[in-house]
């Protein structure tokens, strides 16, 4: 098992490598004044030695800062001892390079072979930056470089740092060659290792199989309770686009005014200040899950001003159905004229649930309530009359479920003419984007976005929902860690699932695992990790595998979502532009 998962976790470690380069191109640059022609970047050869890919990696290309890649740690092994940077400019600038170690006991100061000041070169040039161990001890040394940009015409001064991880090893005096008996030891010792590994191998091995079997049930169970889906099997298919392009069209603001979803006016009328809109998000509020003090006396208090008589609701047909929980597609009557009826989904409980599980639904139907945006779903109505079942009423969308649309689309034939393609996802996590884009604006925080708590109907519309009876709908998308709490372990961000934070940033991460279900229509994430291991598993920097028909444009907005730093994960506003911009290329290619 562990070496499975750990080459697995190579080949995402290396995939998030090339997701993050093309990333820092696309939604964190700032522009630097002036019009110098500056570029500072990493040659193709410099970046396969440091880490392994073929590709540029650009801190200035033309003037536009990255501040995404800049103050991103970059790990220098212990053989390399030298970094090479690539510079030039087309007109006069003037610079100054400076360096800081954290350990100098460990590595000295670094040395260029280039002036402390100087100009940069009109000419494309490379300057050379020596590490130099003091071989005294083994550790990691953080070391930072300071480059000082002044453009003489403006006086304008733009400070670049960069940062580097160095391991330095200790250099012994003395090597002794082993004695024979120690060779013995170490080859017995290798020859259990390699037992060791082989059964390691077999056990991982026959662990997934039994997993993807459990996965294929659970997908084939859930895909036939999804009744409520009225779109025929014979309408999707389980390929998508692969021709992609590489470059993005550039979106305007008022291209994001007419995005359906993020329409300012429509922000402002529903109570979005315009300082909250110039400062971006606001100061970043981080929330504990505190749902099991509420009593469910309290949680009925909540819903009082919307509930209604249930006489005015009339069943029609099961959409969903768990242990203690259903779904229903039913009517709801006008309270002022009878003839009139509109179409709802009704959430209500079995006899036999407990109160806890009532005051859950009850509770968590409230998390979007009073919110008005087109991509959110809210409660309408409810009823709780005594001795009676309580009921939640939503819009009805007539394509139901999100996770369960994309998983009859896997399922349907190949060769249908009205297949759901690349284009249509990406337009659906626009959709949702925005969605989370308002609730961070009014600093509303999810906690449980995923494509099972979000419906669409036949127009591809996508709505928000809350996460009433998601756990009982969806038993195997949460898991129990021991604190007798079931929670989606595996679109959780390391924050959440270690300290129970959550915020708009914890957010972000789920959306980035929800955009991985988008392509890969409904598969569920991380399904050969024990829910056990996914705080190592995510702390030691591995994360899903890039999907097959993924482009790696859009592959980069997932990776970025999932950096361990909550400050380093782009905003919703950020990703909304970044998909616009992906979106409007594919269709230009359509």
């Known amino acids: 098992m562990a070496g499975t998962t750990a080459a697995a976790g190579r080949g995402a470690s290396m995939n998030f490598w090339r997701a993050l380069l093309v990333l820092w191109s696309c939604c964190s640059d700032t522009v630097c004044r002036g019009g110098p022609g500056v570029n500072v ?48 400019a087309k007109s006069k600038v003037e610079y100054t390079l400076g360096f800081q170690v954290d350990n100098p006991a460990v590595m000295g100061m670094p040395q260029a072979n280039i002036s402390a000041q100087g100009e940069i070169p009109r000419k494309e040039s490379v300057f050379r930056v020596d590490l130099l161990c003091t071989g005294t001890f083994d550790s990691e040394v953080a070391m930072e470089m300071q480059l000082n940009l002044t453009i003489n015409s403006s006086k304008n001064i733009t400070v670049l740092n960069f940062k580097r991880r160095k391991i330095c090893f200790k250099i012994d005096a003395v090597h002794t060659a082993p004695a024979t008996s120690t060779r013995v030891f170490y080859i ?57 392009p590489n470059n993005a069209t550039p979106v305007t603001r008022s291209d994001l ?5 993020c329409n300012p006016e429509e922000e402002r009328h529903n109570g979005v200040t315009q300082a909250s809109k110039k400062s971006g998000y606001p100061t970043l509020r981080i ?44 009517v709801l009557v006008d309270e002022k004229d009878p003839s009139k009826e509109k179409n709802v989904f009704i959430k209500t409980v079995k006899d036999h ?78 959709q949702i984007a925005c969605g989370m884009s308002y609730l961070a604006r009014r600093e509303v925080i999810h906690k449980d976005l995923a494509t099972r708590n979000c419906v669409i109907d036949d127009s591809l519309q996508v709505k928000i929902t809350d996460n009433a009876l998601s756990r009982d709908l969806f038993p195997m998308d949460y898991h ?19 300290n129970n934070e959550f915020s708009s940033a914890s957010d972000v991460w ?37 999907p097959i028909n993924c482009p790696d444009e859009l592959f980069a907005v997932m990776a970025c979502c999932w950096a361990l730093d909550r400050d380093e994960r782009p905003k919703f506003q950020q990703l909304v532009q970044c998909l616009t911009e992906f979106h409007a290329a594919l269709g230009a290619y359509v």
């Open 41 to 88: 970047y990493l040659s193709v050869e410099e970046t396969r030695r440091l880490i392994g890919l073929d590709a540029e990696l650009y801190y200035v290309r033309n003037d536009v800062v990255s501040y995404y890649a800049l103050p991103f740690k970059l790990l220098v092994p212990g053989e390399t001892n030298s970094l090479h940077f690539t510079w030039h």
């Open 287 to 330: 929330e504990k899950n505190d749902l099991k003090s509420v009593t469910l006396a309290e949680a009925k208090a909540r819903v009082k001003d919307v509930a209604i008589s249930r006489e005015r609701v009339t069943f029609k047909d099961v959409l969903q159905e768990g242990t203690f929980g259903r779904i229903f597609h039913g």
């Open 510 to 546: 789920a959306f980035g695992v929800t955009l991985w279900e988008l392509m890969t229509l409904g598969q569920t994430p991380y399904v050969d990790i024990d829910p056990f291991e996914m705080a190592v598993y995510l702390k030691d920097g591995y994360r899903i595998a890039q």
């Open 257 to 261: 005014k007419e995005l359906p979803g």
């Open 188 to 244: 017995s010792v290798g020859v259990c290792c390699a037992v060791i590994f082989l059964v390691a191998i077999i056990l991982a091995v026959l662990h997934l199989h039994s997993m993807k079997r459990v996965e294929l049930n659970d997908s084939m169970s859930e895909s036939g309770s999804s009744q409520g889906l009225s779109q025929p099997s014979t309408q999707t298919t389980q390929y998508l686009r692969a021709d992609t």
């Open 353 to 430: 649930a407990s109160e806890v599980q009532v005051t859950m639904m009850l509770t968590e139907s409230c998390k979007l309530r009073g919110l008005h945006h087109r991509n959110l779903l809210p409660i309408n109505h409810v009823c709780i009359e005594d001795g009676e079942r309580p009921m939640v009423l939503l819009p009805f969308l007539n394509w139901g479920n999100l996770k369960l649309f994309l998983r009859q689309c896997k399922l349907a034939e190949a060769n249908n003419p009205q297949a759901i393609s690349q284009q249509d996802l990406v337009h659906m996590a626009i």
């Open 480 to 498: 129990c860690l021991g604190d007798n709490e079931n929670r989606p372990v595996r679109w959780m961000a390391l924050e959440s699932l270690v």
